[in-house]
């Protein structure tokens, strides 16, 4: 069974720092893509960001809006994939969640998803 389980989220301060853990298994956790995909109230799900199976600083995605502020590696010795957030501001408040992708290149068509985190910012 495909397990995601995450962890990290809470209440900051506007420009303050969070760092998302992401935990699998179930799966041959080095052979996919993982993403974190946020929903805040009301809104859409957004893909924040991914990184695709091999990992490293060329195969990592992000949404302009967090671009130079979130930083997303894995662990394929841990089977966890983590999300830096610096500079947060109210906008990225949200429910954080992890997803396994379809294939070892990010494609957005999500396998599974965890139970996500909470991530709320105060100004």
């Known amino acids: 069974e495909v397990q995601l389980v995450e962890s990290g989220g809470g209440v900051v301060q506007a ?3 969070l760092r998302l853990s992401c935990a699998a298994s179930g799966f041959t956790f080095a052979e996919y893509a993982i993403g974190w995909v946020r ?3 009301g809104e859409e799900r957004e893909a924040v960001s991914a990184i695709n ?4 600083s060329g195969s990592t995605s992000y949404v302009d809006s967090v ?3 979130f930083t997303i590696s ?3 010795a841990k089977n966890t994939v983590y999300l830096q957030m610096n500079s947060l501001n109210p906008e990225d408040t949200a ?3 992890c997803a396994k992708d ?3 290149t990010w494609s957005g068509v999500f396998a599974s998803w965890g139970q996500g985190t909470q991530v709320a910012v105060s100004s």
Request: avoid cysteine.
């Open 95 to 97: 429910v954080y969640y």
């Open 15 to 17: 420009g303050g720092s």
């Open 74 to 76: 894995r662990d394929n």
């Open 39 to 41: 929903q805040a109230p």
């Open 102 to 104: 379809l294939s070892s």
């Open 67 to 69: 671009k130079g502020r």
């Open 53 to 56: 199976a091999g990992g490293g």
